[in-house]
């Protein structure tokens, strides 16, 4: 499968930390366009207007939570189809089964590693393009 | 009833006779009017006071329940979950550390022979070399050339193992938020309770105040319930159940 190395991807973490992780694991994998921002609230204006092509944001974030940010994301009909991958420290059951209700297209527990990050990249494009 | 209340009392009374007395039915009708408002507004009185005392004991039983899973639940929980942090950093400290005791001698290594092959190489430039070492430089080229790709590439994974040891700090940052909320609860109920000092109702478990965002799974705190994801495979395993 041939994926867009230059597609534009936004990375939501209020952890800088983790942001950089994320941006810096992307990055390995050929992916070098990418933008961050530290809640939902930030990221939102950002995806109306910054023609993006992929999301990956965390849930527990002050201001706007990533569920927050997705039921935006999938009530705005410019932004409706933007994948998201959701990459987060919370792991119970009910909040898998909410993330997938609400539209995710992909769901990475904390701590993860690079291989899984990419694996999940990898199928959430296959199954778009399939 | 205080002797005040008693001498108000009986000064009506004996007014009321002396009224009765000299058929004055206006002057009669007023004072057991009067009687009535002090009877009224001594019960006004006893009520509020009992009201009072529900209010303040149903206060102090809310607030001593809520030490008591503070103690009972949420401190033990809080020590578990420091307990997590510790281990967490240390196994990034020690991940990381590996991997820089690892990678250290091979920059070294590559380091050395860079060096003395530039030094090779300066002479070769400089006409300065005999065609039989020609020919051996030429082979320790080829295999630095080789060794030096297989060494970056182990250098290459350790840098990204080293950065994924990093992501401790999140969850750890996590975790030690929601002690520090914990700290600042236990503070507020210490001081409630110190300025409502009394109450003696045996405490009660509450119900458990669960955040609609638990955050991080803590294993033997957060994994009791048997309803959280342990690994990235339960996620799967969900998620394709789910039709995805």
């Given at each position: 499968?041939?994926?867009d190395r230059n ?6 973490d ?10 810096n ?33 965390d ?13 935006a994301?999938?009530a705005?009909?410019k ?10 420290a919370e ?38 393009e399939? | ?19 009765l ?5 206006v ?6 009017d ?29 607030l ?7 103690t ?6 809080a020590?578990?979950r ?12 020690n991940?990381?550390l590996?991997?820089v ?7 070294k ?62 969850i ?16 507020q ?7 409502i ?8 478990k509450?119900a ?11 294993p ?25």
């Amino acid at each position: 499968m041939v994926l867009d190395r230059n597609m534009k991807i936004l990375v939501v973490d209020d952890f800088s930390t983790m942001r950089r992780i994320v941006k810096n694991l992307l990055r390995d994998l050929g992916f070098t366009n990418t933008f961050e921002a530290d809640d939902g609230k930030t990221a939102l204006p950002m995806l109306q207007t910054g023609n993006f092509d992929f999301l990956v944001t965390d849930w527990n974030m002050p201001g706007m939570t990533g569920i927050e940010l997705l039921k935006a994301v999938r009530a705005d009909p410019k932004l409706a189809k933007l994948p998201v991958l959701m990459v987060t420290a919370e792991a119970k059951r009910e909040q898998i089964i909410l993330a997938a209700q609400t539209g995710v297209n992909g769901y990475v527990i904390k701590p993860f590693t690079a291989i899984t990050l990419k694996e999940k990249i990898g199928k959430i494009f296959e199954r778009i393009e399939g | 009833m205080t002797e005040q209340d008693q001498e108000a009392q009986l000064l009506l009374a004996k007014n009321l006779i002396q009224a009765l007395e000299s058929s004055d039915e206006v002057a009669a009708d007023k004072i057991l009017d009067e009687i009535a408002a002090l009877r009224e507004s001594t019960l006004f009185q006893e009520v509020g006071r009992l009201t009072r005392q529900l209010h303040d004991s149903m206060n102090n039983f809310s607030l001593d329940a809520k030490m008591a899973e503070l103690t009972a639940n949420d401190i033990p929980d809080a020590k578990e979950r420091l307990h997590y942090v510790i281990s967490m950093t240390e196994q990034a400290a020690n991940s990381t550390l590996g991997v820089v005791e690892d990678l250290l001698p091979v920059s070294k290594v590559l380091n050395e022979q860079a060096v003395e092959l530039s030094g090779k190489w300066d002479r070769f430039l400089a006409k300065d070399m005999p065609f039989e070492e020609f020919k051996m430089m030429s082979t320790d080229i080829t295999a630095y050339f080789s060794q030096t790709k297989n060494d970056l590439n182990s250098v290459q994974t350790g840098l990204t193992d080293i950065l994924m040891a990093q992501s401790f700090q999140d969850i750890t940052g996590q975790i030690i938020k929601k002690v520090i909320t914990l700290v600042e609860d236990l503070e507020q109920g210490m001081v409630a309770l110190v300025r409502i000092s009394g109450g003696t109702a045996k405490p009660e478990k509450t119900a458990s105040s669960d955040t609609a965002l638990p955050g991080p799974v803590v294993p033997g705190v957060d994994d009791k319930a048997n309803d959280v994801a342990k690994k990235q495979d339960d996620v799967d395993d969900l998620l394709s159940s789910l039709g995805f």
